[in-house]
């Protein structure tokens, strides 16, 4: 079955540690994005990549990092620098073609709580 | 970046059609139309996306105006399992490019 993968589904952290999510996908998509999303909210963008060993920041990328070593791979990591990480963490892939809008695929998301 | 606004909740019936309309005021030439579905605690999935006139697929119709400065989902004949968050998002992919979600409108479908 081709799809984004996302571990784990909960994951607790104590305040002032660091935490690593991690993204999958076997679509063969060029395009990994991460986004947050808080209760009742829209998904914001914290980081995204068209290509291996490339990414860019989003809109809220203070206090999280990620990396692109390999297609299939985009984990992020959140660090002890980001206020307020309890969230919902939603990782997403696309192609990524010139001229038009790409569907993007999301995975099932992990919700981060810090204790 | 184009911004949406959309009602932020709405109700209906099982059997209705329902109409969800998304304003643009600012979209841009080179800009497409894509609306998403999102369930409670699971990612958004695609549902549609155009750039003028009238796109309809296996599960929605979107209709875009000449002026391009909104466009209407349309769900026929809903059902319980239709109840969601529905997004608009306006863009293009470029190298710049991202999304924007807003807050969406959440539809509540009632027996």
């Known amino acids: 079955d081709g799809g984004i993968t996302q571990s784990p589904k909960y994951l607790f952290r104590k305040e002032g540690q660091n935490v690593t999510l991690s993204c999958e996908q076997n679509?063969?998509?060029?395009?990994m994005y991460w986004y947050r999303q808080d209760p009742g909210q829209g998904l914001r963008l914290i980081y995204y990549?068209?290509?291996?060993?490339?990414?860019q920041k989003g809109d809220i990328a203070e206090g999280y990092s990620v990396s692109r070593e390999k297609k299939e791979s985009f984990p992020l990591t959140v660090t002890s620098a980001q206020k307020n990480p309890t969230a919902f963490y939603l990782c997403a892939s696309s192609i990524v073609a010139s001229g038009g809008y790409n569907e993007q695929f999301f995975g099932p998301g992990t919700r981060l709580t810090v204790l | 970046l184009a911004k949406t606004t959309q009602p932020i909740s709405m109700d209906s019936y099982e059997g209705q059609e329902v109409n969800i309309t998304c304003s643009h005021n600012n979209i841009a030439t080179n800009d497409y139309i894509t609306w998403y579905q999102q369930f409670p605690s699971q990612g958004p999935r695609f549902i549609i996306q155009?750039?003028?006139t009238k796109v309809t697929n296996e599960v929605a119709s979107l209709f875009i105006p000449a002026d391009r400065k909104s466009s209407t989902l349309s769900l026929p004949r809903v059902s319980l399992s239709d109840t969601a968050v529905y997004y608009c998002l306006v863009g293009r992919m470029d190298s710049s490019y991202k999304l924007i979600f807003g807050s969406g409108t959440r539809l509540l479908v009632r027996p």
């Open positions: 679509l063969n998509h060029d395009a």
């Open positions: 990549s068209q290509i291996v060993n490339d990414f």
């Open positions: 155009g750039y003028k």
